[in-house]
């Protein structure tokens, strides 16, 4: 194997900031029909192109080349730290958020699609920089890899090279990276363009279902309103919570129902298992709430719906204050956090293809004790899992526990209660946003040390990552020949 070439890596780093650079530019036409100030996007879209320029002119001569798995796996991480940095430039030029370390936490929060905030009056923000806000939440769901892979088919990279070290498409539903790329975008599109229609139709204006919009297909959460959902009426937090289940769903299954390919949906246990997990845990919340509160039926049920699917799909949207909830629903929130829904989903989390898999080994194990003679075979998805895959899968819960445990600690240590330490590691690592403690869904995350802060953006990073991604950087063989 032969050693990373960097000027690979600079290169997919140039591409990125091209795209960025450009997506700036998006925020213009907002700030000139609400009578703001262009000037921040415009120097934003400048810098950024300018660095991205000198990026290129040192690695063109890398363009030919293909980027093998070790240069992927390094470009995709060091990512969503210049995507992140660069981001941070519109809140920066433009007074909305003057500190550094705000700036970055607010853009590192949406990339990732964490949705957690910084800020506390979010209303006295101007327009431009909400939509900026927003937009960063749409172009990280489905990913900026996979918009790179768009423009840059000469690097050759797979999609079994790319795809899974960024969103776990473990599928391959077409050998062309590209084409791959097209088809998810397709179906990304397609749910923001319908999810935008139908919360027009209710009481939300277009700039307010645009914005929400880009938040939920990508489960980020982060809303141009201080209340987030609370103010809005039945009819916009039912089309919000149908959107957010619907965003928790992998693209490949879409993919599959447009080309009438049901045999393949049928038999997806992790679909399945994702919409049994949201029906068990929505009904148990909502018949919480229904004994133990004075909010009648529609009211219960509408609630706790809403926020059982906001934290599976670590979207983090409020339509209630649950840390008012009777202690048994606010525990139940807490336990999702580590939910996640599925696999090839713009969501965080530990992913419900990962809890099937511990499912299915603990049930192993007892029909074992019990006929110790029996060999199982453990198969998710009508597919066979290997010893390697499943070695895999237990691997990264045990990571995943350990670093949120990691996190907790640290935390602590930087003068956090341990409720909202223990919160702010599990919903910062799951990408999830509101937590429990003074992290709550109408609290943020401003009180929060700047070593607290930046704690909470590396949780994001690696949650972002799948952690795997993140680790093999500091092993010995990822950068040996």
């Known amino acids: 194997m032969k050693l990373i070439n960097p ?63 070790r240069e992927g796996s390094l470009a995709v991480s060091l990512a969503w730290l210049v995507l992140s940095a660069a981001g941070s430039l519109p809140y920066l030029l433009s007074g909305a958020i003057p500190s ?71 599928e391959k539903i077409h050998p062309k990276t590209k084409s791959v790329a097209i088809r998810l975008l397709y179906v990304y599109l397609g749910l923001t363009v319908t999810q935008v229609l139908l919360l027009v139709a209710g009481d939300m204006n277009l700039f307010d279902s645009i914005c929400h919009t880009f938040s939920t297909v990508a489960t980020g959460g982060f809303s141009p309103k201080n209340t987030s959902l609370m103010d809005y009426s039945a009819w916009s937090q ?23 390919n049901f045999r393949k949906v049928r038999y997806n246990d992790e679909l399945w298992y994702y919409l049994s997990v949201t029906l068990f845990f929505g009904v148990l919340v909502s018949c919480i709430l229904l004994a133990n509160t004075t909010k009648p039926l529609e009211t219960a049920f509408r609630e706790g719906f809403f926020q059982v699917i906001s934290i599976i799909t670590t979207t983090g949207f409020a339509s209630a204050d649950y840390l008012k909830w ?25 992913k419900m293809a990962r809890h099937l898999l511990v499912f299915k080994n603990i049930r192993g194990a007892l029909l074992r004790l019990v006929h110790p003679g029996m060999i199982t075979q453990i ?68 009180h929060l040390s700047a070593i607290g802060k930046y704690i909470c953006c590396l949780l994001m990073i690696i949650g972002r990552l799948e952690i795997y991604t993140f680790f093999i950087l500091f092993t010995r063989s990822f950068w040996r020949i």
């Not at 997919?12 to 960025?20: D, E, G, N, R, W």
């Not at 089309?239 to 599959?256: D, E, K």
């Not at 139940?332 to 696999?343: E, M, Q, R």
């Open 7 to 69: 000027l690979v890596v600079i290169y997919i780093l140039s591409a990125i900031l091209l795209f960025t650079a450009v997506s700036f530019l998006l925020c213009i036409p907002l700030a000139l029909i609400y009578r703001e100030s262009p000037a921040p996007f415009v120097l934003s879209s400048l810098i950024t192109l300018a660095i991205s320029v000198i990026l290129y002119l040192i690695s063109r001569k890398a363009s030919r080349e293909r980027a093998n798995i």
């Open 100 to 170: 550094f370390t705000n700036a970055f936490f607010e853009t590192v929060s949406g990339f990732t699609t964490t949705g957690a905030t910084i800020l506390s009056d979010i209303e006295s923000l101007p327009y431009s920089i909400l939509f900026w806000r927003s937009l960063t939440h749409w172009i990280g769901g489905l990913g900026i890899i996979m918009f790179v892979i768009i423009i840059m088919p000469s690097l050759g990279m797979t999609a079994n090279q790319l795809l899974p070290l960024e969103s776990s498409l473990k």
């Open 238 to 260: 039912y089309i919000i919570a149908i959107f957010m289940f619907l965003s928790g769903v992998s693209f490949v299954i879409y993919y599959y129902i447009f080309n009438f």
């Open 326 to 350: 009777p202690a048994a629903a606010t525990i139940v929130v807490f336990l999702l956090l580590f939910s996640g829904a599925c696999t090839g989903s713009s969501t965080g989390g530990i």
């Open 379 to 446: 198969r998710i998805n009508n597919q066979a899992i290997s010893n390697q895959q499943n070695l895999s899968g237990i691997t990264f819960l045990i990571i995943y526990i350990i670093l949120f445990l990691a996190g907790s600690i640290v935390l602590a240590i930087t003068g956090l209660d341990p409720l909202t330490a223990i919160s702010a590691s599990a919903s910062s690592l799951g990408n999830v946003g509101p937590g429990l403690g003074t992290i709550g869904p109408v609290h943020n995350f401003f």
